[in-house]
């Protein structure tokens, strides 16, 4: 008798089994690819920062002067214009895409990071340690930086590790300068995929850089885990000495 | 179900594949452009700091060109993390350590494997070992540290330490770059702990500070440098440097014109230029009649720049047998014997030569002394401007003196100007810029000129093409002093020829011309007057 060949096709069991795979196969997968979007979405605004500084200081050996930060409601071009006088908001503005021919730009002319944010940039007001007379503005000003001469120093913008106490970190806090005092000349960040504005999202470092005061804070990403709580800021800091050195090298200065 | 297992094995296997291919390659990329940031910003350290003209911290602008001290190797996880060793009070500098990252205005720079950078520096050359070092910077000051088996190549090296290594179970003995060097083993638990180890992080000559290499010999070190050198340095403060020469030594220059030099010698003259010769051995001494060369900033202690001469006693009452004078020591001495037997008064003359050669003060009545009890009067020291020299005249008068008393007059030696100790000086001089700075004197404003340099337009000035108009006139300059720069094109340094520096002014002539710095034109000039404009107009006039 000849025996009746088995039903071909699978089991409840083994289904069950290779969709679990599959789940387990495509969860991974999602989750490395929102991980690997994060990352490339860091280093994609890093690289946008980097430009930036690039085009800045290029801007400031053609025009003997950086320029002032734009401002809000306008175009994404430095304001005031021309560098005649003190900037409007020289720590509460944003890059001056259209000024220094920065790209890419949001729908009103702005540089944003990899999250469509705009950028920020914020540049020394003021300045110390002149050989002789000084007259401000000083980087912002053609004849003032070349007048000053390269012996004055910044005199206001501070990069601190955190806003908070030093009890909550010994290591990270409101009284520890990621640069030392006098060393910066401008810095340009993004305020990070949680955005730029105050609401839910954004951690007391956060929000510290977009003030509008000469204090800042840079420091390693958090999440409301960590003491510190949350700070996702990414900031490229430019100390003086490689402005005046840019500078020199081309001839503007001393 | 085993397709389903071999396509989830093959994409887990190629992915991990890729992903370590990636890793190793992104991190020598983040290691090298860690290594580029580094240089550049400690470059640009030495930018500020070289054109400081104060500081507080700890005098870093009386040595325009100094290191920091790399970070302390006890201050990993601290307040001071990040900061210069000698930007602390009461420091001593190591001469390995971190680089110093919060003092370079940057933040903390890591290589691929997320280990902060390290920084080497030659002590009591280029970087202090205490606050009470002394250092001497200028372009003459040599490379001194070996770097990829080159002695005195380089004056810094910054270090990416890479991971921690085993080299203990590696078969045979290290080899290449660190033959000769014990096998290491980094993978400790106390690798971090601080006092932190320069051998925990860094191998073979690195860790000790042999023989820096551009990359470890693999599998016995993976760090890769990146180094500095003394011409880099140069390079990098030249624009600061020629900035001071133009704020503090030129007013400072113009100060000796118009108000010291009248005060002590009664005519404005700046000092006759040293002939030039290879910078480093020039003797700093004004030559008579030389209007451009070095700077004759010597100083009168030990040298002979000015010396007195012709010393003569004569009696005005009484007798003596004038011996004859001669150099003492610091000291010009004449002697004489007393031949009568009343009271004697005698003159002393004598001259100084190349008073317009040389930045000197003038004696005084009460510094010409004698053994016998002389007094003085009627002391006179009068410069003679197209003579260069100085003569000196006093009257000694004695009471009774034994017959053929001996009498010894002592005339100090001229000492310094008060303008060389001018703290806007003394940088200057102090690190030998001034060996380095070629120095040309309007026809005007020599001693004795028959006529000054009295403003825009006047032969007797110098010119300086191509200064920017909010500088002032260009022709109305009394000196120029100019910041040569090393060579460019087809000039070779060291060199006895003026030609192998300078590229702004020919030999003989009153003209420069000023330019923006290229690979062909390095030279920069200092000069008065010259003022700037800010602006709203206001000028700022730097000297007169």
Redesign the interface.
Known sequence: MQLKRPLLGFTLTEMAVVLAIITLLIGGAMATLASIAEQRDNEETTRRLNAAVDALIGYAVVNKRLPCPAVSGATGVEAPAGGATACTNPYGGFLPAQTIGFTPVDSSGYGVDSWGNRLRYAVAATVTGCSGSSTVPHFTNQANLKANGVSCKPNDIDVFCSTAASGTSSTCNSGIRVADQNTIAFIVFSTGKNGAVSGSGQGADDLANTDGNANFVNRFRSTTDSALGIYDDVMVIVPVGVFYQKLIAAGVLP | ?VM??II?VT?YGLGALGKAAMQGYERDRVTAAALKQAK??L??????TA????DTVDSRQANPGRLPCPESLSHP???N???AAD?LPGYTCGAVGRLPW???????IRDGYGEPLWYAVPLGTWAKTTTATALTINPGLANQMTYDGTASAVVAVIIAPGAGLNTTGEPGTPSGTCSGFAKVNQLISTRNAVPLIAANFLECGDATGANYTTIGTSPWSNDRTISITAAEVMD?I???V???M???VAPALEEWRSTQSLANWGASFLPYASTFTQPASNDLCGNSGVVEGTIPVVSAVGSTCTAWGGGNVSGLLGSLLFLGCAQSGSNYQCFFFNTGFGALTTRVTATVSNVSGAFRAPITSASVTNDSGGTNSNFSLTFSPVTGSATLSVDLSFGLLGFLSLVTVTIPDLGNAAMLSDSRMTWFTGNDWSRYAYYTIAPGAKAGAASACSGSGDPDCLTVSGL?V?NGNTDDKRFVLTLMGRAVGSQAQPSASVTDYLESHAQGTTSFTSS???SAYNDRQATCPFK?????S?T?V?CN
Do not use: C, H, I, N
């Not at chain 2, 470059?43 to 500020?48: D, R, S």
């Not at chain 2, 054109?51 to 104060?54: G, L, R, V």
């Open positions: 179900m389903v297992f989830g994409w550049e910003a470059l640009a350290y030495l930018v500020t054109a400081m003209t104060t996880g601290t307040v993390e990040g900061k930007l919060k003092s370079l205005g940057v933040d903390q990098a030249a624009g600061a020629a900035d001071r133009q704020r503090q920017p909010a923006v710095v290229t700037v404009t800010f602006t709203d206001t700022s730097l």
